[in-house]
């Protein structure tokens, strides 16, 4: 519709405040990138002409032409010496997908239309060009209008989602964290799914949480001293870390010696290494794996910047406008029921699903 | 054996290929009458097949039409159109009789395969192309011609293949009902009971059948994208490793 391709019944669509209805649909679909589901490139074309389609189109010289073309293949990834002349057959599913996207951007649309652009390429494929894209977006800063059926891909790739419903009723809109924590309707809630707790750690990084100080000590210190600091502290355990600071191992508070000094041999095997990079998913992840309550923050040359904790997480998802009495939610008779209800539920859920993104 | 050299020693006899009765001008005779009656259905029968292809209305008709018109025997349609002629010819005065009805009837023939291989290379258009082509401000006729066409053009070309074809060999026919080409000799031959001639006019023209389905297939790898087919691509590849490269006209 964005693009007039269907004429809206009722309704306006502005683009920068102009209503597009007014525009010509030709000069207007010439301004908005396009990328389609199963990238529709024409076969008949090498990639060169294919990404140069919509210059061509606004009457560019052949230079400027084939000069954008180049620019757009090697940002996306794309050696164009390698891949200019190529036809579309002779690509994989994920560089076809790429120069679907390098197609769209050919112009320097402000505003792209992706509709499902990931959709026809394997799990492992489809990931990489999501962390591409979103790379891309952070050079390119566009407006994009992402259409997906998958809502784990519409909460990593999107600023703001929009949740549509059968008969194309709008159930949300607002920004993914507060989809996931605050869904506004039931039909959100089955939606984003009953794990939507741990997507919503996936949004956050480590470096987004306010560190915990950990008690730390050199090899060598004196042991009654770290002993007493390591009681003062409510964390148990010592850190113990080089010269550079960076971890070596910790210590029971109960396993310090009450004289002498720390050695290296007091050390217990380490939590997991973290970097302020790592998103919460993937820390909380490593410490249960490594079945630990804390995971070690370094910096990028492995010195220590605090600790991050299984509590700490668990504190950062906890909705801030929860109050006291909202355990309803997750026991009690009420939830129960609601539990038994979702349930039974379960098969319309898939088909709600389906209608829903088809909307 | 016998009948070979004897075939031979007709192609070798300088009098068969002088005067109006000579190889050039039958072989000419019959090349014209092919490709005036190719270029006069190609006129009629691709414009209609683009309409039906690019818009699906009126498909069903046509399609019924060309398979009716497919499943009549050349021969029929031959002695169905020759009363035609000599209506024309009688209005007119211009045309020769023979002349008009076997091209009536070259012409007949030659549409139902040109029109429904337009029509399916049209519709076998990934629908996903031509609405990415609109998505990005493609008007009507580029869309037709930088995607539809060019994509279609494989099974266009193969329609008027089969159509030349088809042609050719029905412009023998026209010799019964009086007219020129390489049929002559054929009715020439059971007429005078010459064997030879018949065998030598009958070789031209399985001869030149041949040589027309060359030519198309010449004229597909030529025109048809390598894109589109797998193993044009490797070949280009090929040509590409070598510095060549070749620009399909699209």
Avoid: C
């Amino acid at each position: 519709m964005v693009n007039r391709l269907i004429e809206p019944t009722s309704g306006r669509i502005l683009i920068d405040g102009r209503d597009i209805s007014k525009d010509d649909p030709i000069a207007l679909r010439r301004r908005i990138g396009y990328v389609i589901q199963q990238t529709g490139l024409f076969p008949h074309q090498r990639i060169g002409e294919n990404v140069a389609v919509v210059t061509r189109l606004l009457g560019w010289s052949r230079k400027r032409q084939r000069e954008r073309t180049d620019e757009l293949l090697t940002l996306v990834g794309l050696d164009p010496a390698r891949y200019r002349d190529r036809y579309p057959s002779q690509l994989s599913g994920g560089e076809r997908q790429r120069v679907g996207v390098a197609r769209a951007l050919a112009a320097d649309p402000p505003v792209m239309l992706m509709d499902e652009p990931f959709g026809a390429v394997d799990p492992i494929v489809r990931e990489r060009l999501q962390n591409e894209f979103l790379r891309l977006q952070e050079q390119l800063a566009k407006t994009i209008l992402f259409v997906t059926h998958d809502i784990d891909e519409a909460i990593k790739m999107g600023d703001l989602v929009a949740v549509m419903q059968q008969g194309g009723e709008l159930a949300q809109f607002g920004p993914p964290d507060e989809i996931l924590a605050r869904p506004a309707t039931d039909f959100v809630a089955r939606f984003v799914g009953a794990d939507r707790g741990l997507k919503r750690l996936s949004l956050s990084r480590v470096g987004d949480l306010e560190l915990q100080t950990a008690v730390t000590a050199h090899p060598g210190d004196d042991a009654e001293e770290a002993r007493r600091r390591t009681l003062a502290d409510p964390f148990r355990y010592l850190l113990l870390t080089d010269d550079d600071h960076r971890p070596i191992g910790w210590v029971d508070q109960d396993d310090i010696p009450r004289s002498g000094v720390l050695t290296e041999a007091l050390a217990i095997p380490m939590s997991p290494l973290v970097s302020r990079r790592t998103t919460l998913k993937d820390a909380l992840s490593m410490m249960l794996a490594a079945d630990v309550v804390a995971g070690i923050v370094v910096d990028r040359t492995g010195r220590v910047l605090g600790l991050v904790t299984v509590e700490s997480i668990a504190a950062a998802m906890r909705p801030p406008d929860r109050g006291v009495g909202a355990a309803t939610d997750g026991s009690g008779p009420d939830a129960a029921r609601r539990l038994a209800a979702e349930l039974a539920a379960r098969d319309d859920q898939e088909l709600g699903r389906t209608e829903a993104t088809r909307a | 054996m016998e009948a070979f050299i004897g075939v031979f020693a007709w192609f070798a006899d300088p009098a068969n290929w002088q005067g109006p009765n000579g190889i050039p001008t039958r072989l000419l005779e019959h090349v014209v009458m092919s490709g005036v009656a190719i270029g006069i259905a190609l006129l009629v029968a691709f414009p209609v097949g683009l309409y039906i292809g690019h818009t699906g209305r009126g498909a069903f008709l046509a399609v019924s039409l060309a398979n009716i018109g497919r499943a009549v025997p050349s021969y029929a349609v031959l002695v169905i159109v020759f009363p035609l002629s000599i209506a024309v010819n009688r209005e007119t005065g211009l045309f020769d009789i023979a002349f008009v009805g076997t091209l009536l009837a070259m012409i007949l023939l030659a549409i139902p395969p040109i029109v429904t291989n337009t029509f399916a290379g049209m519709r076998g258009v990934d629908p996903d192309l031509v609405e990415a082509g609109r998505g990005m401000g493609m008007r009507g006729g580029q869309i037709l011609s930088r995607i539809e066409l060019p994509v279609a053009l494989p099974v266009i070309l193969a329609g008027m293949r089969t159509a030349a074809v088809q042609v050719v060999a029905t412009a023998t026919l026209g010799a019964v009902i009086g007219g020129g080409g390489l049929g002559r000799y054929i009715v020439q031959g059971i007429a005078r009971f010459d064997y030879q001639r018949l065998v030598a006019g009958a070789l031209m023209v399985a001869l030149l059948a041949i040589a027309t389905e060359l030519f198309f297939s010449w004229l597909q790898r030529r025109a048809v994208s390598p894109g589109l087919s797998g193993r044009s691509v490797r070949a280009y590849e090929n040509v590409a490793q070598l510095g060549r490269v070749d620009v399909p006209a699209v």
